[in-house]
């Protein structure tokens, strides 16, 4: 009787693990008139039952299958633990997640914001409420989810940055090193629309709850992330702020982007 119930235990405990999917499409972007790779994680889908999403941005030099092997192990366990779909779009390397002025087919910003949305919606069976939909990534992916996240403030509910690169002005040699020079022109000649502290204003009625979190010893990113935080505290926007040792590398932001996707959850489920 003991060896029955624990083969029954077992062939249970496989059968949740092998009902959730880790599935790559390819979506067409109106916008870029051209396909976009994008993996997508959904929990053991019921049915009538709708599911929260959140959309996962990776770094520079990233992509959605070093995300789901390296970055954030486990996506599947935790898409079955919070019953949450996770997509996870390809950011081409470097498009930093923005419309370009430049290059037509960079329309990142309107993908994931409008297109990739619309396509996940009406795909999968998912609450489509703002409150139950979030973004956030690390890095440049970073700042692609405060960018995109507060210009589309009706859509997503919950927006968090690890160790964001949200100061492009700071960059210095890093501006081309990075190649945000080849999206979005030279520093010199920059819209300021495409700056993160031009999103303050609008995060003040955004209706959003906001995480940013960085690593003490991340060089690149530590100041930027200290500064945008005094920001949003001296316009008394509300946000949750995190630093903890980390340098800027998967150790850290795998990490914190557990953190992360934890408190998101704790967010959709107090609406």
């Not at 916008?31 to 976009?36: C, L, T």
């Not at 039952?49 to 959605?64: F, M, Q």
């Not at 935080?229 to 932001?253: C, F, M, P, R, V």
């Amino acid at each position: 009787m003991k060896k029955l119930i624990i083969i029954l235990c077992t062939t249970i405990s496989f059968a949740e693990i092998s009902a959730q999917k880790i599935t790559h499409k390819e979506v067409f972007s109106p916008a870029m008139n051209k396909n976009i790779k994008a993996i997508i994680i959904t929990p053991d889908l019921k049915p009538a039952t709708n599911y929260k999403t959140v959309y996962i941005l990776h770094g520079y030099s990233g992509n959605p299958d070093r995300t789901v092997k390296e970055d954030l192990p486990g996506l599947s366990k935790k898409a079955q633990e919070y019953n949450t779909i996770y997509i996870l779009p390809d950011g081409n390397y470097n498009s930093w997640y923005v419309d370009s002025p430049v290059l037509k087919d960079s329309q990142y910003q309107t993908f994931i914001g409008k297109e990739l949305v619309d396509f996940i919606d009406k795909n999968y069976p998912t609450k489509k409420e703002k409150q139950s939909r979030g973004i956030l990534g690390w890095s440049m992916g970073g700042y692609g989810a405060v960018n995109i996240g507060v210009t589309y403030h009706n859509t997503f509910g919950v927006v968090g940055s690890s160790c964001g690169a949200l100061d492009f002005t700071s960059f210095g040699e890093g501006y081309k090193h990075y190649q945000v020079d080849k999206v979005l022109g030279s520093l010199e000649s920059l819209d300021p629309k495409y700056l993160t502290d031009n999103k303050v204003e609008l995060m003040k009625t955004a209706q959003q709850n906001y995480i940013f979190d960085c690593g003490t010893d991340d060089q690149q990113m530590i100041m930027q992330n200290r500064k945008f935080h005094e920001k949003l505290t001296d316009q008394k926007i509300q946000h949750l702020y995190i630093e903890s040792i980390g340098d800027h590398n998967a150790n850290y932001w795998s990490q914190s982007l557990s953190n992360q996707l934890s408190l998101f959850n704790r967010y959709f489920d107090n609406k």
